[in-house]
């Protein structure tokens, strides 16, 4: 069935970081993907989301590609702020239901 | 906006013991779907909705049974708690997810503690 592995957690940055979060799916249609963010106590919101191949989703200076011939939706931001610090997850629809991936937890230190 | 509204927050119950978790949403969403959090497993899903009248099995449904009467309103109850259901627990709506990207809402999530 459709599956989403993302990077294992923690990640711990300094302020201005460049950041990366590695996402890959496996899916037998088209899906779309998504990334929610996570913070303390809260549930999850949508960050950003493409939904064909090349698409790029972008939004709060964070931005994935959707590349199909890697499978991928690997999240990025140039330079992270400690109000980034949350919980990431990579998510794939298609056909029915949402599959998440375990969450990728990133603390920005100041 | 209310969006979608869970409750109660949190909740210690005792092993064997039943409740029901509630959820609404006033977007008028098709879809609504029960997901529990545990650490290192992401979301999984319960059961979902994809219309009044209309329930099924996601992932994990054992030891949960969920209804759907009404558009608003997809409450998960557990029949006889155990300490593995203890968990984080969130309610989404949207409309159909496999159309063109539709975004799933959540609820604020229900921290439940089964002893």
């Known amino acids: 069935g459709d599956s989403v592995t993302q990077m294992e957690g923690p990640v711990t940055l300094s302020e201005e970081a460049f950041l990366t979060i590695n996402c890959t799916y496996t899916?037998?249609?088209?899906?779309?993907l998504f990334w929610y963010v996570q913070y303390p106590g809260e549930g999850l919101q949508l960050l950003l989301k493409?939904?064909?191949?090349?698409d790029k989703g972008s939004n709060k200076g964070f931005e994935a590609t959707y590349r199909k011939e890697t499978t991928s939706f690997h999240l990025e931001k140039g330079s992270v702020q400690v109000s980034d610090s949350a919980v990431y997850f990579c998510?794939?629809?298609?056909?029915?239901?949402?599959?998440f991936g375990a969450g990728t937890r990133l603390t920005v230190k100041p | 906006n209310a969006g979608v509204t869970q409750t109660p927050k949190f909740q210690v119950l005792k092993t064997g013991q039943s409740m029901t978790l509630q959820c609404a949403q006033d977007?008028?969403?098709?879809?609504m779907s029960w997901y529990r959090q545990d650490p290192g497993m992401g979301l999984r899903l319960i059961h979902y909705?994809?219309?009044?009248?209309?329930?099924d099995q996601g992932e994990v449904p054992n030891g949960y049974n969920v209804s759907r009467s009404t558009t608003e309103d997809f409450p998960l109850r557990l029949l006889s708690a155990a300490p593995s259901q203890t968990s984080v627990y969130f309610c989404?709506?949207?409309?159909?997810?496999?159309?063109?990207?539709?975004?799933?809402?959540f609820g604020e999530g229900s921290w439940l503690t089964v002893v």
């Open positions: 909705s994809v219309g009044a009248g209309i329930t």
């Open positions: 989404a709506s949207s409309y159909e997810p496999g159309i063109s990207g539709n975004t799933i809402y």
């Open positions: 493409a939904t064909k191949a090349d």
């Open positions: 899916a037998t249609g088209y899906p779309s």
């Open positions: 977007m008028n969403h098709e879809y």
């Open positions: 998510a794939l629809s298609d056909q029915g239901d949402m599959r």
